[in-house]
């Protein structure tokens, strides 16, 4: 595993999305697991000033979401479908078709999970997929204690996630579902590249335990040390515990 300590988070996002760029430069067709939450998006904002510059060709990039919240209502904003075409897609300027997801509202969830594990499969795979990480260590919606060997699946939210959460719905937890579909952590480790990014000092805990501590089920974002090409890039105050 390898551990880039940034300056900020702005330099995060900006040496990350040069990866994607030359990731893409390879395989115009490269297939990104694209990760929620705050975190990402000075990436996101990175690779869309990229691609107005004329640096970067992304016309037949490929997008997939990494989890999703199961019930909310079709379109509602929150919904990470919602959020991925607004925060990529759209700034992009990816085609819709270009997107794949979990579909959270299926009737048969368990089947819909299944489905979405064999369509990463069936598109070859996921290149490059980038992470946040939760306070607690989770990847995706992987809670402590998933199987490090997990598939795509229902999980339901600790309390703390969704008061982590709750700042994206009014600030009122009620509002937070308590379901949702993640691809697994044994999913996860299967895309080529994964690469987690995390900033400030919320997350130097989760940070430190998950680059440090041992391989272990209680702390999700561990399972990165199993992986042959894992890259976890840091502010200094993420860094702090290292
Ligand atoms: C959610 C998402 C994770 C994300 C985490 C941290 O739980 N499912 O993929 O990594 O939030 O979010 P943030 O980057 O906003 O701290």
Same mark, same amino acid.
């Given at each position: 595993?390898?551990?880039?300590?940034?300056?900020?988070?702005?330099?995060?996002?900006?040496?990350?999305?040069?990866?994607?760029?030359?990731?893409?430069?390879?395989?115009?067709?490269?297939?990104?697991?694209?990760?929620?939450?705050?975190?990402?998006?000075?990436?996101?904002?990175?690779?869309?000033?990229?691609?107005?510059?004329?640096?970067?060709?992304? !016309?037949?990039?490929?997008?997939?979401?990494?989890?999703?919240?199961?019930?909310?209502?079709?379109?509602?904003?929150?919904?990470?479908?919602?959020?991925?075409?607004?925060?990529?897609?759209?700034?992009?300027?990816?085609?819709?078709?270009?997107?794949?997801?979990?579909?959270?509202?299926?009737?048969?969830?368990?089947?819909?999970?299944?489905?979405?594990?064999?369509?990463?499969?069936?598109?070859?795979?996921?290149?490059?997929?980038?992470?946040?990480?939760?306070?607690? &260590?989770?990847?995706?919606?992987?809670?402590?204690?998933?199987?490090?060997a997990s598939?795509?699946?229902?999980?339901?939210?600790?309390?703390?996630?969704?008061?982590?959460?709750?700042?994206?719905?009014?600030?009122?937890?009620?509002?937070?579902?308590?379901?949702?579909?993640?691809?697994g952590?044994g999913t996860?480790?299967?895309?080529?590249?994964?690469?987690?990014?995390?900033? &400030?000092?919320?997350?130097?805990?989760?940070?430190?335990? !998950?680059?440090?501590?041992?391989?272990?089920?209680?702390?999700?974002?561990?399972?990165?040390?199993?992986?042959?090409?894992?890259?976890?890039?840091?502010?200094?105050?993420?860094? !702090?515990?290292?």
């Amino acid at each position: 595993m390898e551990v880039v300590i940034v300056q900020d988070a702005k330099a995060g996002g900006e040496l990350i999305a040069r990866g994607i760029a030359e990731l893409l430069r390879r395989k115009p067709d490269a297939l990104l697991g694209v990760a929620t939450g705050s975190t990402p998006l000075p990436v996101y904002e990175a690779l869309a000033s990229e691609v107005r510059a004329g640096a970067v060709d992304v !016309s037949r990039a490929r997008v997939a979401q990494l989890d999703e919240y199961v019930g909310l209502p079709a379109g509602h904003p929150e919904s990470y479908r919602s959020v991925v075409l607004r925060e990529v897609v759209e700034p992009l300027g990816l085609s819709p078709d270009a997107f794949m997801g979990p579909d959270g509202g299926a009737d048969d969830v368990r089947a819909a999970c299944a489905a979405y594990d064999a369509a990463l499969a069936a598109a070859g795979g996921v290149d490059l997929q980038l992470l946040g990480i939760g306070t607690d &260590g989770h990847i995706g919606f992987n809670e402590p204690c998933s199987s490090l060997a997990s598939r795509t699946r229902i999980k339901t939210l600790t309390e703390q996630t969704r008061v982590d959460n709750a700042r994206f719905f009014e600030g009122d937890i009620e509002q937070v579902p308590h379901h949702v579909i993640t691809q697994g952590i044994g999913t996860i480790l299967e895309a080529r590249h994964l690469v987690l990014l995390a900033i &400030g000092d919320g997350k130097a805990d989760a940070v430190a335990t !998950s680059v440090e501590g041992p391989v272990a089920a209680v702390c999700p974002a561990s399972a990165l040390q199993l992986h042959p090409h894992a890259t976890v890039v840091v502010d200094e105050a993420a860094a !702090s515990k290292l």
